[in-house]
């Protein structure tokens, strides 16, 4: 029997004015699953995370959670109820601490993580040597990790992660893929957003490929790389490889 | 915990005591209850500004509303002054509540529409229609509750409190989030802090704190009129002295006051035609080098100071 999906989007819709960012998405997420999502730049990667987190409302379909429809719900509550998330540009609190950065989320977010989890949290994500630090002293890929850390903090079941590779070292990479790997290993799910092919293929069991708000695609990043129109939609585009 | 209690014994403490003894050493009583009045509405407002990032620019209407709520308690009720004191500060938040939906606005918008609502509460008390209740724009008298050191005493009392309040603010989990809401509202949201609720809980803290100096301040000084309660220059003097020493801390706000309402009680008096000048440049000078206060001379080189 297949476990009961975490996350379940129906024919999801956003409309930024008249414009349709998000045109009927589909696709379902099953616990310790991690599924990719790709597209060309604008396709409406972002804002289907932004949709799922509670930052936008939308203009149709429906998200359901843990068997309830998040309509309505503020992107707090879901953070309590367990799904955080990643930002494209890193959103760390500046001028607060990394340690603070990560306890706030803790005490906040019901993760209930002792200050022992949050010592082992900042340690696996290598922040540790900076947690007295300002994290407006960070770089952008730190404040990655950064945020990463916070939204591990709260314990979520369900992790968006929106870009997190970009601007790692090919051996950060590794380590990055194997972190998400081992989240999915303990029974969290994962949509990850990202351009680099090789880091997707690593990371995802599963991806959909999006254009222009649309899904093209669903199943196994080899196969998606022999679909007709997802090659056309790549093709000529940086990021066609 | 360990931190809230250092910064009670070697901040909140000797404030509080030197507060207290002043009046023994120095004869100008006025003058020093100004300073207290400053050194807690200074501290009230940085409990929405300093840790939310929300500027009141009408904080006086706050005030205001408690100088006048304590007013109406005595002239009209007929209340004895503790109990007047407990409706001036009632006042107050009753003000901060009904602004509470200004809490949805951005920062600047929030700042703009607090300074109309401020002007809006004086219009309605300087009108001469309500001259029954407020005496309108010719100003109250409450000589039968007149007690200059009573008074006093208990405008240190209320800046005792309000500097436990900030200390605690200062080092508590609740505070920290306050502060991450300021740093950025979404990520604040996505660390699972509610956002909407914890700016109403500062606002409404500063909220009392303007209402009950207010109400302190109209008991203090007994007569006054509706352009002395609702002056604009004492929210510009609480904002200008948090933000010369830094909000978002405990001392900050007493630095700036200390070294602004000094400056301003020294050459304000003795030199007046180059008050202005002093005054401006310093002010220039701070925001252009220090646009963190005083304060950040040490918080930029890492060292914490509460
Ligand atoms: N807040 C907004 N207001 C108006 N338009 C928006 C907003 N957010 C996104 N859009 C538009 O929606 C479309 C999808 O944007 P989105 O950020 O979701 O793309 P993306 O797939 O994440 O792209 P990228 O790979 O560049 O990050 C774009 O055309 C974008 O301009
Ligand atoms: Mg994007």
Redesign the interface.
């Known amino acids: 029997m297949s476990p009961e999906p975490l996350l379940r989007v129906d024919r999801l819709v956003k409309r930024f004015g008249g414009f349709r960012a998000l045109d009927g998405v589909s696709f379902h997420l099953v616990p310790g699953e991690v599924l990719g999502l790709v597209g060309p730049n604008g396709s409406g990667k972002t804002t289907c995370i932004n949709v799922i987190?509670?930052?936008y409302g939308r203009d149709g379909g429906s998200v359901t959670f843990r068997g309830r429809d998040i309509a309505g719900s503020?992107?707090?509550m879901l953070?309590?109820r367990g799904i955080?998330?990643t930002?494209q540009s890193p959103?760390?609190?500046?001028?607060?601490t990394v340690r603070?950065n990560v306890?706030?989320?803790a005490?906040?977010?019901?993760?209930d993580g002792t200050k022992a989890d949050l010592d082992g949290l900042l340690e696996q994500l290598d922040l540790h040597r900076h947690a007295?630090?300002a994290a407006g002293d960070l770089n952008s890929a730190q404040q990655k990790t950064l945020?990463l850390a916070?939204?591990l903090?709260?314990a979520p079941k369900l992790l968006l992660v929106d870009e997190l590779a970009a601007g790692l070292n090919p051996a950060e990479l590794t380590r990055m893929a194997e972190r998400l790997r081992e989240l999915a290993r303990g029974g969290m799910a994962l949509l990850v957003v990202e351009h680099l092919m090789g880091f997707i293929d690593h990371v995802t069991d599963r991806v959909i490929v999006m254009n222009a708000g649309r899904e093209i695609f669903e199943g196994k990043l080899g196969e998606a790389t022999r679909d007709p129109e997802v090659i056309r939609v790549f093709l000529g585009t940086a990021h066609a490889r | 915990m360990r931190r809230g209690l250092r910064d009670v014994l070697f901040v909140v403490l000797p404030v509080v005591i030197i507060a207290a003894v002043a009046p023994l050493l120095y004869a100008n009583e006025l003058l020093l209850f100004s300073f207290v009045m400053y050194l807690t509405l200074a501290q009230g407002l940085n409990a929405i500004y300093g840790f939310t990032g929300y500027l009141p620019f009408g904080y006086v209407g706050v005030f205001g509303a408690g100088a006048y709520g304590f007013a109406i308690s005595v002239m009209i009720l007929g209340l004895p002054p503790f109990a007047a004191l407990a409706i001036g500060a009632a006042a107050g938040v009753m003000l901060g509540l009904l602004l509470t939906p200004l809490l949805r606005l951005s920062g600047a918008y929030f700042a703009i529409a607090n300074l109309a609502a401020a002007q809006a509460v004086y219009q309605v008390v300087s009108n001469p229609a309500l001259q029954d209740i407020t005496k309108g724009p010719y100003g109250v008298s409450l000589s039968e509750v007149f007690a200059p050191r009573l008074s006093y005493e208990v405008g240190v009392a209320v800046l005792a409190a309000t500097l436990l309040a900030m200390a605690w603010l200062r080092n508590s989990r609740f505070g920290l989030s306050l502060q991450a809401i300021r740093e950025d509202p979404i990520s604040a949201a996505m660390a699972g802090v509610a956002v909407v609720r914890g700016r109403t809980i500062a606002w409404l803290l500063s909220a009392l704190i303007a209402g009950l100096t207010g109400a302190v301040f109209a008991w203090h000084i007994s007569v006054f009129y509706p352009e002395t309660a609702f002056d604009i220059g004492i929210s510009i003097f609480a904002t200008v002295f948090t933000l010369f020493g830094g909000a978002a801390t405990l001392i900050g706000p007493l630095l700036g006051v200390l070294v602004l309402y000094g400056v301003y009680n020294t050459i304000g008096i003795t030199v007046p035609q180059y008050f202005q000048l002093i005054y401006g440049a310093l002010i220039v000078g701070l925001v252009l080098f220090l646009p963190d206060g005083l304060v950040s001379l040490l918080t930029r080189r890492g060292i914490r100071v509460p």
């Open positions: 987190s509670g930052l503020r992107a707090h953070a309590r955080n998330r930002f959103r760390p609190f500046l001028s607060l603070e306890e706030i989320a005490w906040n977010g019901r993760g007295g630090r945020d916070r939204a903090a709260t």
